[in-house]
């Protein structure tokens, strides 16, 4: 059953990223940390807590604590038109959801924030553009890795994103058994030093290689993984390790590909609807983690909680993940020109959930199976084991 859960999680992998403890287990220790890792934290911004500033050292960036995921801007959610991509990207920016995540292989996601960063140079004032910023990920095939070979790859992101230095480039490696992520992140490291990157992340490392890493010197600054209601993984090892290091966490499948949401709200399940990738790659995790009846159930006890605050399900599912240890930021993916969530998006900022709301959630998700122990720590679930 391990290995199917693995299989099914690892080929959904392939399609979206191509669009997309307990502490007596962790070797953990607050001496080498505080002598060696790196010094991060968190800081938030405003009242409103719509914003924070990561810092690494003299370095710090801030985002917008929602953020546009751009995955879906690589097929398979509904064909993109250029234009209209862009506008609703200054649609989102002019609401104050200025920060955007994409991917060197999220199709034309780093082209489309390079012309939509020129809109801004033109259209807007200074302040309104030092509000922007851009997060990219690169996702190197499992090859040799050299000096010339990172450089490269980032001058590719730097001339599509038409910007001077990234704002932040986060780092994706398939299969740990290849050597060579240290030598990666090493060069990157490099980069960031010439003034290429401005911060250095992850995302998908598991615990014990983000400690590996952190040991290694390396200036992370986040690490990028699945967390949902649903999927708490890196409130267990994770977020213990983040807590001691001063590395944070940013979050995606938050909403499970929208199956966290109003439209799955006492359905049954046609899995022949599932038609695009997250979808398809989120039923997945629902499988692992319990029945489609129990899925209801949360979904009926979360619609109860939106009725109470007089929000929708997803803005519930993310204030949900953003009030867990360690979390940054989490995304929420946007289908530009095609549909639009801005508004749910910004009542996010102002929800508190209440302790009442907090144990009728925790009341069903305990039923469900802890998928530390079904799938694995954070992104095991696309490297199998």
């Known amino acids: 059953m391990l290995m199917s859960v693995h299989s099914v999680f690892a080929t959904n992998l392939a399609t979206t990223l191509s669009c997309r403890l307990n502490a007596s287990n962790m070797n953990v220790s607050r001496r080498r940390i505080g002598s060696s890792f790196v010094n991060c934290s968190l800081e938030k911004t405003t009242e409103a807590d719509r914003l924070v500033k990561l810092k690494n050292g003299n370095e710090s960036l801030e985002i917008c604590r929602v953020i546009n995921g751009m995955c879906q801007t690589g097929g398979g959610w ?95 490696w398939w299969d740990y058994a290849i050597d060579g992520y240290l030598d990666a992140l090493k060069h990157l490291t490099d980069l960031k030093e010439e003034g290429k990157i401005k911060n250095i992340a992850l995302t998908n490392f598991d615990t014990e290689r983000l400690e590996q890493i952190l040991e290694n010197g390396i200036p992370v600054v986040s690490n990028q993984v699945q967390h949902s209601i649903v999927d708490m993984r890196p409130q267990q090892r994770m977020a213990q390790l983040c807590k001691l290091s001063g590395v944070k966490l940013i979050t995606y499948g938050t909403l499970m590909g929208g199956l966290l949401s109003e439209k799955y709200l006492d359905t049954n399940l046609a899995r022949t609807h599932l038609n695009n990738p997250s979808l398809q790659k989120y039923i997945t995790t629902v499988d692992a983690w319990g029945e489609w009846d129990l899925f209801q159930v949360l979904l009926r006890t979360m619609k109860s909680i939106a009725t109470k605050h007089e929000v929708s399900i997803p803005t519930v599912a993310v204030r949900y993940v953003l009030d867990q240890s360690e979390v940054a930021g989490s995304m929420i993916g946007v289908r530009l020109g095609l549909a639009d969530h801005i508004e749910d998006a910004n009542a996010i900022f102002s929800l508190v959930l209440d302790d009442e709301d907090v144990n009728s959630i925790q009341e069903v998700t305990k039923k469900g199976k802890d998928l530390l122990q079904v799938i694995g720590d954070c992104g095991d679930e696309y490297r199998g084991s």
Do not use: C
Request: glycine share 6%; no cysteine.
């Open 78 to 172: 509904g064909k993109i038109d250029q234009n209209d991509a862009v506008e609703a990207m200054i649609r989102y920016a002019d609401a104050g959801l200025t920060t955007f995540d994409m991917a060197d292989i999220y199709g034309p996601a780093e082209d489309l924030y390079g012309i939509f960063i020129n809109k801004v140079r033109r259209e807007r004032t200074p302040e309104y553009l030092e509000k922007i910023k851009g997060l990219t990920k690169w996702v190197p095939p499992p090859v040799k890795i050299t000096s010339s070979y990172v450089r490269e790859s980032i001058e590719k992101s730097l001339k599509r994103m038409d910007v001077a230095s990234l704002d932040m480039l986060q780092f994706h």
